[in-house]
Structure formats: C-alpha cells, structure tokens
C-alpha cells in the first residue's frame, strides 16, 4: 500500500515537476484596459519564449499588490512594475534587480486633467483652483497614478489629498481614470501621460470633455524587475539572457504596444528617489 | 399574529436610525449623465454577445468548480463541527471564521498560496463551514427525539446516530445545502473580482472596458445557471459533480510552502515588533491604526449597514406580492419570479461596482445594492410564506388585502428574516469597500496595496468582531420579538 501512495505520488510529481522547472513566469501590474495588456504581454511572452528558449507565460493579475505578491512568492520570477511596485517589490525580495526599463521611462510624467465644466485652463503650476474639487487617482498603487501626483498636490496645498478635495477616488486604471473624468464623475483626475497619448492617438479621447491642465516635473517610472534567484532555476547566466533580450526588443509594433521607442538598462539605484518619495507620504514603511 | 406593539416600537427605532444616519451618509450620484451608461447596458443585456468571449465557457466552468469543491469540502467539515458544536470553543470558532467574507479570506490567501487553486476553494470553504457547523447543528437538535428514545441503550452512540437521528434530519440537511450551494455560486462568481479566474474576473474586464454585450451574456448564463439549478443539480449527480469539481480548477500557479510560514511568522506580525520598537511603538502603532482607519471605517459600515437595511425592508415588502398568489395571475408571478431571480441571483458586489461605475463614487450604489440583492432574497422567502396562507373567499382585494389581511399575518416572519440578515449586510457592507466606498473594506485594501499585512490583519480582526457583535444583537431582538424563523429555508 505504502509502496504504492508513495509511486502515485512520484507520478504526480513527475506529472508537476517539468512545468514548475521549464516554465518562466512573469506578470505586470494592470495599469491598463486587460485586453490591451493581454496582447501586449502574450507578445512579449512569445518573443521571450524564443529568445530564451524556454516556455514563457504571463499571468495576468487585478492588481498592484498582487503583481507584487507573485513576485515576491516566487511564482512569478519577472514584472513590469511601475516605479512604486518595483521599489516594493525589491524591497521584499533581496537580490532582485531592476534590469531594463523604457526610454520614456527615466522622464516620465503625469497628467492632472479635468472636466470641461470645471473651466479649467492649461497651465504652468497646479491649479490652485481644484481646491474643493472631487478628484480621482488611479490605482492605489501606481506610481503616475497615486504616489506622483499625491506628492505634488501635497507639495503644492500642504495637505493631504482627503482634505484638498471634496471627494477622493480611486479609479482603478489609468484607462478609466480618463473615462471617469471624461464622464464627469470626477472633476478632476491625476493620468500616466503615455496613456493618455496613446488613447489620443487612437481617438478614444473626447477632447470637448477632458483636457490636460498641469504636467508634473518628471521621475523614474516602469521597469523591468527580475529575482536574484534565477540562475539557480533556469541556469548559469539565464539573468543576463533575459536583460539582453528585453534590451533587444526592436519590433516597432511590439514597442508600439507598451507604448515606448526602446529599453535601455536600468539599476536598482534608479529608483532611490521614487522610494523616498514613497516614505514621505507613508505608503512604505 | 397580530402585530405586537414590541415590533412597530422596534421596527420605528431602526426607521428612526437609519434616518439619522442618512444625515452622515453620503448619497451624491457625481456622475453627469448617469443614466446614459446605465441605458448602454440594457442595451447590453438584451443585446447579448455569447461569441466575442473565447473564455465564457471557461469562466462558467470555473465557477462551478470552485462552488462545488468549496461547498462540498465546507460541508464536511461544517458536519464534522456540527457533531460538537455544543462546546463553547467550536461556537466560538465556527463564529470567528463565519464572520470573515470569502473575498477577505481570498485576499489572506492570496498573500501565500497566490494563484493556486487552493486559495478559492479555502476562501469558500472556510467560511461555509462556519455557517455549516452552525446550522446543522441546529437542525440536529430540532429532530424528533423520539426513536431515539425507543432505542436500546445497548445501541452505540454511532448507530444511534445515523438510524435515529439522521433520517429525521437529512431532508433538512440537504434542502439547506442545496440552498448554500447556489450561495456558493455566488460567491465563487465574486471571488474572480480578486483575480481567481471564475466569472467576476471576466465580468470585470468586460464591464470596465465598457463591453457590455459581453457583460450582457455572462450575466444572463449565470442567471440561467442559477435558475435551473433545481433541474441540473439533482440529488443523484451531486456525488459526481463533487468528485469532478476538482479536476476543472484549471492549474493556477505551484504554491510555494516557505510563503505560507513567512506570512504567518513575519508579514501579519506588526511592524513595531518586527522591528524591535518594543511595546511603546505597537501602542502607537494601533492607536494610529485605530483613529485613522478602524474607527472612520467601522462608522462608515454602520452607517451604511442601518441604511441598507431599512431600505432591504421596504424593498422586500414591495417585492414579495410580485410572486405572492394573492396577487394577479400566473404570468405576473411568472414575470414577478423572473424579477426575483435576478436580484437575488446577482451578488452585492456585482449590483454595487456596475452601480459605483454609473452613478459615481458614493453610499448610495452600495445601498442599493445591498437592499436590491438583500431585498429579493427575504421577498422570495416572504412571498412564498404568503401562498401559504389561505384567506376567507370574502376577503378584500388589493391595497387593503395587503396591508389588513397579508401583511399583519407576515410582519413576525419579515422581520425574523430581515434581523437574520442584519449581519449579514453588514459582512457585505464592510467587503464592498473594496470598491473604494469608505467602509473597513476600503482600509483593507489599501493595507493590502501597500503590502501591510500585519495591517491588513488588524483591520480584519476588526470587521470580524463587528459582525460577530452585530450577530449577538439581532439574536437578542429576535428572541425579544419571540420570532424563530424554519432554518432550512432561512437566507443566511
């Protein structure tokens, strides 16, 4: 009997062992409409997969925590983060190493923008004006879309957000944070300019409704984070392999999907001001 | 059954609350225009698009086989608490993890299982039990004792057990299974919210990149799911679709067993002591914790949680004559059941987000949710304990019918239910925070986001204590009212 639990559980495990050996996972925080992201990343999965010749799957998740999460369980060993999840996520897993991130990236910006109602105009410094205001974020989480902005509204009024606006939400994604000011829900909202751009490039965007009315200063933003452990798992210099691949990525219709014009290597240093930032405003510890 | 003057007293206190607390809510729809989206998605459901999903199948399969090894696997061991219930250790834990939402332990679970199978089934299955345990075990208790009185007192304890007691019971244990199984559809649906891939998953991609046909059809399949659940879950195919169920919970991603023992020895430990701050910097730690996010988040709950349910009340006094015999012929009942279905067939969660997206950030979705979902659950009960009733054929019709002959005869039942529901609106209140409604959810989530667990934890622990106490209170206006309500067909 024993003898036979014991080659029922061998068989098992034979039947798990090579997809938990072979089979490199990754995720990204979903900062934007799912099918978007689903052929972004199954694309980038498909590219990896024949640059590393190894299976590579991407795993969606719903949100920033749980990008995070399955980075630091191991049972996701590479992410897009934005700057805010990867500082997180590094933190929490030693040895891990921001390794490429997007040329955009290392000057990126966000975009407050409001309801046509509101009256307001473009300008240089932050409205003074949104005081009052209901105004969304975008996930908790993000980067562009809550830490960024929550600093400059802080910077700007000396107060928290809850007590500079009227009504304090948080959308979710960048995708719906322009819808949700698109549609009046919210007054005003803090976007990720590339999204932004690139929604107004495919016309999804009612310019008589929204308009942008401040950009922030830039900061570092997304990346590419893998864990230290990598080589153990899938072989001696397999980390290198995956920074250069990611670093190689030239399809223009690929880059068009993130969007950005190239990646370029990036450092864990990188990030040093984004996680004071962070501190600052008490989302890290 | 005439109508004691301890009821309209009781019932005019929590009117005369949730009044009040309207004054502290917020009520606003921020949206412009929030009846142009609404009508996109009637236009959605009726126009819906069962094609353009390649995972719709997918999703329903997931959903059932989450529901089934949930349930089941809750069942067991809510049986298994029952035998003991009477200790108060088991009472108290099976009410502790009851107390919990299924959303709550799948984000616990998510921390150290991550995408594996194994959190959906234990976030269903946890809190099942506690429920199980609880229930069964009153129906054990409320079985004829008398063949077991005829028995021998040579028979074994066992024996006595499963001849004497059980036959009596198993009808009841089985008609209350089947009814949390539909629960447990319902619940298994919700958990996709968090990222498991059983319907609310896809729900919410199609809702919020605005696809409503697609939201359309999964709706409608899961109405379908639910409405013929009677004819697909025959007694007989239940042990089949139990042991199948497993198979079909798709392969997630492998757990790693080192997360599980660093989440519950350093994550939920907090964060003063992981860092040696000693117990000065833990009191500070709560106290910070408490003023800033239990206390803004356990008012916000109460507030909402009355509101909602004076509003379930009302909801449900309009809502039973809709299939009540009493009332207009079989095709109005008919149409009053489909009505009926619908709203008790769609979860809080999924009424509240579709709501939050038309109408803006506010109280209000929430409680139109919770009085919605809530509302046609008690009506359906309500309504069918009026088709038992049987009036004098000289009996008055209409409004006066209603309010002289129905109503006085269903006022103890009503609000037997409604009370029985009391808590668990306010499980719902405080999970639907996590659609950003200020409520303990809402701090929950915003722990989690920023990986504080420990947090998360605490808040947690809270929520749970607050349904356990609202819990004792209703008990206390039940048995105050003298109102005891058949278990079998009660919705908990």
Known sequence: ?285 | MILSSTSVRITAAFVAIAILCLFAADLAITTINPWQDLAALFLGMVTPDFFSLEHIGTALLRTLAFAFTGVALGSVSGFLLALVFRFRAVRMFCAFIRAIHELFWALIFLQFFGFHPLTGVLAIAIPYAGIFAKVYSEILDETDPTPERVLSRKVDVLSSFLYARIPDALPHLITYTSYRLECGLRSSAVLGFVGLPTLGYYLESSFSQGYYSEVGALLLLFYVLIATLRLWARPRLIPLYVIAAPFFLGDGLPIVWGNVVRFFTQDIVPSPLRDGEGLSGLWHWLSDLAVNQAMPGIWNTLVLTQIALVLTGLVTLMAFPLISRHFGGPTRRGLGHVVLVIARSTPEYVIAYILLQLWGPSMLPAIVALALHNGGIIGHLIGRRSNEITLRPDAPKGIERYGYELLPRLYSPFLAFLFYRWEIIMRETAILGILGIYTLGFFVDSAIQNIQFDKAMVLILVTAFLNIGVDAISRRVRARLKLKVSMTCEGH
């Open chain 1, 1 to 285: 009997m024993l003898k036979q639990i014991r080659r029922a559980l061998l068989l098992s495990l034979a039947l798990v062992a090579p997809v938990m050996a072979d089979t490199f996972v990754f995720t990204a925080i979903p900062d934007n409409d799912e099918t978007r992201l689903r052929e972004r990343f199954q694309s980038v999965a498909d590219y990896l997969s024949e640059q590393l010749d190894v299976d590579v799957r991407y795993v969606p998740v719903k949100s920033y925590a749980a990008a995070v999460s399955a980075f630091r369980n191991n049972q996701v060993q590479l992410a897009w983060f934005g700057g805010l999840s990867g500082v997180q996520a590094r933190q929490l897993v030693p040895g891990s190493e921001a390794i490429a991130q997007g040329k955009e990236d290392t000057q990126f910006i966000t975009y407050f923008i409001a309801h046509k109602s509101t009256g307001l105009e473009h300008s240089d410094t932050l409205p003074k004006a949104i005081r009052g205001m209901t105004f969304t974020f975008g996930s908790k989480g993000s980067t562009s879309g809550r830490l960024m902005p929550e600093y400059y509204i802080r910077q700007a009024f000396g107060e928290a957000p809850k007590d500079v606006f009227s009504r304090v939400g948080f959308s979710g994604n960048h995708s719906r944070t322009i819808r949700l000011v698109e549609s009046g829900t919210y007054q005003v909202g803090a976007v990720n300019y590339a999204v932004w751009n690139s929604e107004l490039d495919a016309g999804k965007i009612n310019t008589d409704a929204v308009k942008v009315i401040w950009e922030t200063p830039p900061y570092q933003d997304y990346q590419w984070t893998i864990r230290g452990d990598v080589n153990e798992r899938f072989g001696e210099g397999f980390k290198d392999k995956v920074k250069q691949a990611l670093l190689n990525m030239d399809d223009p219709e690929l880059l068009k999907k993130f969007p950005r014009s190239a990646f370029i290597p990036a450092s864990n240093s990188d990030y040093d001001s984004i996680r004071e930032t962070a501190k600052q405003i008490g989302i890290i510890d």
